[in-house]
């Protein structure tokens, strides 16, 4: 059996021609189970040689149609012919760019200067397709893992290395960066959103810039919506207040929106959580706390009391800790407090004799201590944790813990080997968001390069161009 793959391309002019791509042979008697269908290897030459052709045709049309001016309708004069690469999904492929002499009616300095045709669909020398597969695969493992896989199914060129991959990644973070998420339709206003901020460290570049640095990251979300998952560098965006005001207000639709915001109410998260231009209510993650109490628990049962006092003592403590956590779930601060000032001065009138209970009320102490001063830093995000529990609403950082492990730890932390710097790391944690999001694609699309400021010269130079456009037809 011999299989011949031909390619007919009809033009807008409706002028066909017929490209033979490649030739297979399969003999009935040299058949084996292997030579049964394409390899992968056949598969990977045959879309290749198809993108080659496919590129081609596309440029020669676009090069064709574009030496005819849309104003005056002359057909144009060629520079030359260039031979330009671009690099696809499926391989590298070459194509002829001309160079056309654009026509002085269709600029506004009536000039005639070369350009390519092609500059506007191709302006980089990789497509938009190739740029999102592998950003959206850089994201998801390394970047000399992201090189093996595309060589192992993608017809790649053989000079594809990580760091092309890498700077591809980080260029697509930076325009992912400058486009701001696309307005959702407004919900209903009762809707209650939830904002869960938390940080995760990732290991820095050099010992000496930074041996770690912090990542901002959380969640934002609602009953019966589609959460959001944010991450921002700390140390390098000072302007954290004005991101997550944007975020909130694209995703809510709304200027106002019902928000509560759930820190672990460490490291200032609740001064970026009150810098929202609106009110949100802050609530302290409720396994901090608990587990702050547990520690206190933990102490007192492993205190080995041998005398009569000590046994006197424990049995105190135990009275003062059993209702600690119940006083903080129902939001009776003030019980709490007095039961933690008790505990305090329990620890210092105890005169223990065992070496063992004198360390251990040296602890309970330096952890009571550590529990009052963390609820009075962030005395009010404590609130009701029962009722708010029995409607229904969250009242810990779990969503924003699941969002550290799937944007940083998965990708930066967990049995990964690199360091990283602040622009890379955020940069890459933007990509990361966005495959998570599930729009990665549309902010691409929006996307639009900055134009550059001309120059005070070529400004000027300019300026007298077109002033002397005007003055030429009442001129010679």
């Known amino acids: 059996m011999k299989i011949t793959i031909r390619v007919e391309i009809t033009t807008d002019w409706d002028e066909t021609d017929t490209f033979e791509i490649c030739q297979l042979?399969?003999?009935?008697?040299?058949?084996?189970?292997?030579?049964?269908?394409?390899?992968?290897?056949?598969g990977k030459d045959l879309l290749h040689r198809l993108q080659k052709v496919v590129v081609a045709a596309q440029a020669e049309e676009v090069c064709m149609l574009r030496r005819f001016c849309t104003r005056c309708h002359r057909f144009l004069e060629l520079k030359d012919w260039r031979l330009r690469k671009v690099d696809t999904v499926f391989g590298t492929a070459p194509f002829r760019s001309a160079r056309v002499v654009c026509c002085p009616c269709e600029t506004p300095l009536q000039m005639e200067y070369p350009y390519s045709p092609m500059t506007e669909f191709i302006p980089e020398r990789a497509t938009a397709e190739l740029l999102s597969l592998e950003a959206r695969l850089s994201a998801q493992m390394p970047y000399r893992q992201v090189v093996t896989m595309m060589r192992e199914f993608l017809p790649a060129r053989a000079t594809l290395n990580h760091v092309t991959v890498r700077n591809r990644a980080l260029r697509v973070g930076a325009r992912i960066e400058a486009v701001q998420p696309a307005a959702c339709r407004a919900p209903k206003e009762e809707t209650e959103w939830t904002l869960t901020i938390d940080g995760g460290f990732v290991r820095g570049r050099r010992k000496s810039e930074c041996s770690s640095f912090e990542v901002l990251t959380g969640r934002l979300?609602?009953?019966?919506?589609?959460?959001?998952?944010?991450?921002?560098?700390?140390?390098?965006?000072?302007?954290?207040?004005?991101?997550?005001?944007?975020?909130?207000?694209?995703?809510?639709?709304?200027?106002?929106?019902?928000?509560?915001?759930?820190?672990?109410?460490?490291?200032?998260?609740?001064?970026?959580?009150?810098?929202?231009?609106?009110?949100?209510?802050?609530?302290?993650?409720?396994?901090?706390?608990?587990?702050?109490?547990?520690?206190?628990?933990?102490?007192?049962?492993?205190?080995?009391?041998?005398?009569?006092?000590?046994?006197?003592?424990?049995?105190?403590?135990?009275?003062?800790?059993?209702?600690?956590?119940?006083?903080?779930?129902?939001?009776?601060?003030e019980k709490a407090k007095d039961r933690m000032q008790g505990i305090l001065l329990l620890c210092r009138v105890i005169v223990a004799e065992t070496p063992g209970v004198v360390e251990s009320l040296a602890q309970l102490d330096y952890r009571t201590r550590e529990l009052v001063e963390y609820v009075e830093a962030n005395g009010g995000s404590a609130i009701n944790y029962g009722a708010r529990h029995r409607l229904g609403k969250p009242i810990s950082t779990a969503t924003a813990e699941s969002a550290v492990n799937q944007v940083l730890n998965q990708r930066m932390c967990k049995r990964q080997q690199m360091r990283w710097s602040p622009i890379g790391a955020h940069l890459l944690a933007q990509v990361r968001c966005a495959v998570i999001n599930g729009d990665l694609v549309q902010r691409l699309a929006r996307y639009e390069p900055p134009r550059k400021p001309l120059s005070r010269e070529a400004a000027e130079f300019l300026e007298q161009l077109g002033l002397a456009s005007q003055l030429q037809p009442q001129g010679f």
């Open 221 to 333: 979300s609602a009953r019966g919506q589609t959460s959001r998952v944010f991450a921002f560098v700390r140390n390098r965006l000072p302007d954290i207040v004005a991101r997550l005001t944007t975020l909130v207000k694209t995703t809510t639709g709304s200027d106002q929106p019902k928000l509560s915001v759930i820190t672990d109410g460490a490291n200032g998260l609740q001064s970026i959580a009150c810098g929202l231009p609106f009110s949100p209510t802050p609530v302290l993650d409720w396994f901090h706390i608990s587990m702050r109490v547990r520690y206190l628990e933990q102490i007192i049962k492993g205190m080995r009391a041998r005398t009569e006092t000590e046994k006197a003592a424990r049995r105190a403590l135990i009275s003062r800790v059993d209702k600690l956590r119940w006083c903080f779930w129902h939001a009776k601060l």
């Open 25 to 42: 042979e399969r003999p009935y008697r040299q058949l084996e189970p292997e030579k049964v269908g394409l390899s992968l290897a056949e």
